[in-house]
Nanobody, 130 residues
Framework: QVQLVESGGGLVQAGGSLRLSCAAS????????MGWFRQAPGKEREFVAA????????YYADSVKGRFTISRDNAKNTVYVQMNSLKPEDTAVYYC???????????????????????WGQGTQVTVSS
């Protein structure tokens, strides 16, 4: 069982930056691929970024490529997403998710799809004002 707690959300002006953190409980964090998803009001949850268990591979949605950077610190059981050049359309609740690397392949096809993730955080609100 993995419990995930996101933090770092808030209100920021367009063009600003935020760094979201997701702290995981337990001693199995390094055996999990990690992802960030977001959901805006009235819209479906969408993929944002993912990183494989070792940190050696990262994947991004086209809408955030070049602006967001995902990283992980396995010693701290934490995954991050640095969000720069934020736009109003980035406004959403951001969710952290974990996928067991023993059962989920760490390629883009798996890690960009919410159905491959086993555990989810409660979400943190990001609001970007224009």
């Amino acid at each position: 069982q993995v419990q995930l707690v996101e933090s770092g959300g808030g209100l920021v002006q367009a063009g600003g930056s935020l760094r979201l953190s997701c702290a995981a409980s337990g001693r199995t964090f390094s055996r999990h691929h990690m992802g960030w998803f977001r959901q805006a009001p009235g819209k479906e949850r969408e993929f944002v970024a993912a990183i494989n268990w070792s940190g050696g591979s990262t994947y991004y949605a086209d809408s955030v490529k070049g602006r967001f950077t995902i990283s992980r610190d396995n010693a701290k059981n934490t995954v991050y997403v640095q969000m720069n050049s934020l736009k109003p359309e980035d406004t959403a609740v951001y969710y952290c998710a974990a996928a067991d690397a023993r059962t989920t392949y760490g390629g883009s096809t798996s890690l960009t799809s919410a159905r491959h993730y086993d555990y989810w955080g409660q979400g943190t609100q990001v609001t970007v004002s224009s």
